[in-house]
């Protein structure tokens, strides 16, 4: 069985915005105008084919991304040659930080972004964030300025916010045609066209001349950006300087390698709501964004040797694919989102996973139309599909030949930030409950679940209130458990600021065999790690702790050493000051003794611990809590009681700037200062305040508060 479609004719894109930007707007009239749907869903309605789960259409917002595959045959070509028509694999994210995670792993699977912004607000917190995800996963974007229908709609305010907030490299390949009520259409600056969208539902493209009041505006900043796009190529740059026309294919082409090299960034215009610029959108995306067969090939380590290893997106190399998502589907079960990099994969056979090197199944593959699933018997390189029914994949694992086994780069996540107790309402719930967390925590990793040894007490974790209380949510409809849940609780941790060194010998003698396990531990404040420098083998480093083994002379024998390293993972876990879990800490392992025939792992964890704890002591430990960066938009007359109320909770003002008709404040508040923030906000604003969250870092708190919370963990 061969490919549908060939690779150069393929574009896997994510839409990415901040909340309320029009992504799922957006990703709706794609679908229509892509034939995928024949009605045109409404946010506001709740018919939307991307936003399919009841949370998202009661709330009106985008919680997990949605996946969608259709075809496009760009406007510019005759409708009857199908020979350039393009498929489209789209992810529609969702823009509220509580589900950031979302965009996160999509991104790092796309290979192109089209981000969404508000034409009255510009860039918001969360543009930021998901600019900084695409950059760190050097996705290649386009840019979509939407809303110019809205009052207070300005493409040149918001076009220049994207300059100084995001990136000087965007450029302008549109301008709309009137703002406000007044938005008719766009000028197209590539072609010097002007394009209007008419009938229903702006499928109808007119091209026209440009507008006479609009002319001198369009070739001042057609100018520009052939001016920009030509500094890409030498051979372009040098005609453009003896005054010679540069050719709109040519300029296509420049275009296209620069963006596929994150080079430029071109902006769009329009009004998804009132139809119109989407299709151009759409024509930008064939022509500018990368195919599979444009992006660099994918690294990976093979298990077996620790090389690495390369895969290019070729159907003729061995089969890799990346796990990124798992959900859990009312009608088919477990879904295992993946993309497939190189090789191909048939249903029926088995599927090797090289992270947990198990084999299983692969029953059943699905391609992706939202809520809906067509079932497909093969996929190839540079596809993304579904597997049915796999039991023990989790995001992150990699698929591959179990002949050519290759590893790729796990997807990072963030810490949750929100806690709370979670309890079952009856015997009953009990068992459901447990079985309904750990499915919902495999679906999303920032999503954890733990209990309390102590008081037996189940708390999970999130990224926010709103996160918690959709899973919570999610929990009684889609497994029927009902729970009683306590209030936030904010997730703390320690660390320490000194260097300080400790010694423990755990003996214990009984009229047997006995224990024996001595080591002597060195523990200070974890430092990055020199760039360039390779990390040494008696050196294990992770995100937040690094375990040094400089034992000289085999005092201690080598199978013991894993043990050591143990005994302190456990108790950085339950933390010094107020049994928050340590963080950013380095321990080397300097000396200890061993007995011939009483040393044991479990001494030497025992050992381990004690002499961490002690060493920790030592070291200045402190409490550390998450510092929020807070955006509030209201209207300048209350500014006020709004920066009243962030110096009344701890928090630092960065700055204001006008946003729309409003003026927005830029602060850092800690976390624990904002539960319950917003009704806060709504009463001292009558109703016209809102404001956006996000974490930003963790910091040491003072020492009163430090005070408070350990008193309150006794």
């Given amino acids: 069985m061969n490919r549908d479609y060939p690779l150069e004719r393929m574009r896997n894109f994510g839409i990415i915005a901040h909340i309320d930007a ?10 229509y105008y892509t034939g995928m749907t024949h009605k045109i869903g409404e946010v506001h309605e709740g018919d939307t084919v991307t936003d399919w789960m009841e949370q998202e259409r009661e709330r009106g917002i985008t919680i997990t991304a949605a996946a969608v595959t259709c075809f496009w045959n760009p406007t510019y070509m005759p409708k009857t040659d199908s020979s350039k028509k393009v498929r489209f694999n789209i992810i529609d994210t969702p823009g509220h930080i509580d589900f950031t995670v979302e965009v996160k792993r999509s991104l ?106 609009l002319l001198e505006e369009a070739k001042k900043y057609r100018a520009e950006m052939v ?51 989407v299709q151009l959108v759409l024509d930008a995306v064939v022509d500018y964004l990368p195919s599979p067969l444009d992006i660099p090939s994918v690294h990976g380590i093979n298990p077996n040797t620790g090389e690495d290893v390369v895969r290019n997106a070729s159907d003729e190399e061995p089969f890799a694919a990346l796990a990124f998502k798992l959900q859990n589907d009312p009608f088919v079960g477990a879904l295992t989102f993946f993309r497939v990099y190189s090789g191909s994969i048939e249903a029926g056979t088995y599927i090797y996973n090289s992270t947990t090197g198990k084999k299983e199944r692969l029953g059943r593959i699905v391609r992706l ?115 009683n849940v306590g209030e936030p609780q904010v997730a703390y941790r320690e660390t320490i600021m000194n260097s300080a060194e400790a010694e423990h010998k755990y003996i214990k003698q009984t009229g047997g065999k006995g224990q024996y396990g001595h080591v002597r531990l ?87 611990s004690q002499a961490f704890q002690d060493a920790a002591k030592r070291a200045k430990p402190v409490i550390l809590e998450p510092v929020m960066r807070l955006e509030v938009v209201a209207p300048e007359k209350y500014m006020g009681d709004v920066n009243g109320s962030i110096a009344s909770k701890r928090g630092t003002i960065e700055g204001s700037e006008p946003k729309g008709q409003d003026l927005a404040i830029h602060a850092k508040v800690p976390l624990s200062e904002m539960f319950g923030y917003t009704t806060q906000l709504r009463s001292m604003t009558s109703g016209k305040g809102s404001a956006m969250m996000e974490f930003d870092h963790y910091e040491v708190v003072p020492a009163n508060v430090a005070l408070e919370i350990a008193e309150k963990r006794k």
Avoid at 156 to 168: A, D, P, Q, W
Avoid at 370 to 399: C, H, M, P, Q, Y
Avoid at 417 to 439: C, F, H, Y
Avoid at 569 to 575: F, Q, T, V
């Fill in 108 to 213: 790092r699977v796309l290979d192109g972004a089209v981000v969404v912004f508000d034409g009255v607000a510009g860039v918001e917190p969360q543009s930021q964030t998901n600019w900084r995800y695409a950059d760190e996963g050097k996705v290649p974007r386009l840019c979509f300025i939407n809303k110019l229908d809205r009052t207070g709609a300005s493409f040149e305010k918001s076009y220049k916010s994207i300059l100084e907030g995001l990136n000087k490299n965007a450029i302008r390949f549109q301008i709309p045609i009137g703002l406000e009520g007044e938005h008719k259409g766009v000028v197209d600056l590539m072609q010097m066209k002007a394009f209007y969208f008419e009938g229903e539902m702006g499928d109808k493209i007119i091209e026209a001349e440009i507008p006479a009041e």
């Fill in 22 to 31: 029009g992504k799922t707007t957006t990703s709706e009239r794609i679908l």
């Fill in 369 to 483: 139309q939202a809520d809906k699933r067509e079932e497909v018997k093969k996929v190839f390189a540079g596809e993304i599909a579904a597997a049915v029914g796999l039991k023990d994949a989790l995001t992150s694992n990699t698929f591959c030949d179990e002949n050519n086994p290759i590893v790729l780069e796990v997807i990072k996540f963030m810490e949750p930030v929100v806690s709370l107790r979670i309890e079952p309402k009856t015997k009953a719930d009990q068992e459901k409950m447990g079985m309904a967390l750990r499915k919902l925590g495999n679906e999303d990793p920032t999503f954890r679940i733990s209990s309390n040894s102590e008081t037996g007490e189940t708390i999970i974790s999130g990224m926010g209130e709103l996160h918690l209380e959709i899973m919570v949510d999610r929990m009684k409809r889609e497994f029927g458990v009902e729970a």
């Fill in 522 to 608: 060195t523990v200070k404040p974890l430092e990055p790690w020199p760039e360039g420098e390779k990390i040494p083998k008696n050196v294990h480093r992770y995100d937040d702790f690094e375990f040094i083994n400089n034992i000289k002379g085999g005092v201690i024998p080598n199978e013991f050493i894993p043990a050591v390293e143990k005994g302190v993972r456990e108790a950085m876990d339950r933390g010094i000051v107020a049994g928050y879990k340590l963080v950013n800490v380095s321990c080397e392992l300097t000396f200890g003794s061993y007995h011939d025939v009483d040393s044991s792992e479990i001494a030497y964890k025992i050992a381990a």
């Fill in 227 to 277: 001016e920009k796009i030509v500094e890409r190529d030498e051979t372009a740059m040098q005609s453009y300087l003896e005054g010679k026309e540069v050719g709109i294919e040519d300029l296509r082409k420049i275009t296209r390698k620069a963006v596929i090299a994150n080079e430029i960034f071109p902006v769009f215009a329009g009004s998804a709501l009132k139809n119109i610029g």
